[in-house]
Nanobody, 127 residues
Framework: QVQLVESGGGLVQTGGSLRLSCAAS????????MGWFRQAPGKEREFVAG????????YYADFVKGRFTISRDNAKNTVYLQMNSLKPEDTAVYYC????????????????????WGQGTQVTVSS
């Protein structure tokens, strides 16, 4: 099992940027495919971005393509989500998650395939 702790959330104006971090415990970080989900009030948790074990493959939800970038630093056991051009509809709690297998495109968004979750970090974008 890997423990995940997110940080970097906060309040930002429309058009601003934030970088979220997710620190993972343990020595098996490179065994995990990492992802970010988000959940807005009254809505289901939705997939945002994912990255393969070594960082060579990434996958994004259509609504963040061109604005968000996922990356990882395996030496630091950390995955990042750089969020640019933020919009009020990006307001949500952002969760870091991990899984062992690299999914096919359609499976990135399937929450039940992710075994480990962080506690979440709030991102609020003001208009």
């Amino acid at each position: 099992q890997v423990q995940l702790v997110e940080s970097g959330g906060g309040l930002v104006q429309t058009g601003g940027s934030l970088r979220l971090s997710c620190a993972a415990s343990g020595r098996t970080f490179t065994s995990y495919v990492m992802g970010w989900f988000r959940q807005a009030p009254g809505k289901e948790r939705e997939f945002v971005a994912g990255i393969s074990w070594g960082g060579g493959s990434t996958y994004y939800a259509d609504f963040v393509k061109g604005r968000f970038t996922i990356s990882r630093d395996n030496a630091k056991n950390t995955v990042y989500l750089q969020m640019n051009s933020l919009k009020p509809e990006d307001t949500a709690v952002y969760y870091c998650t991990a899984r062992r297998t690299l999914p096919v495109a359609a499976d990135w968004s399937k929450r039940d395939q992710y075994a480990n979750w962080g506690q979440g970090t709030q991102v609020t974008v003001s208009s």
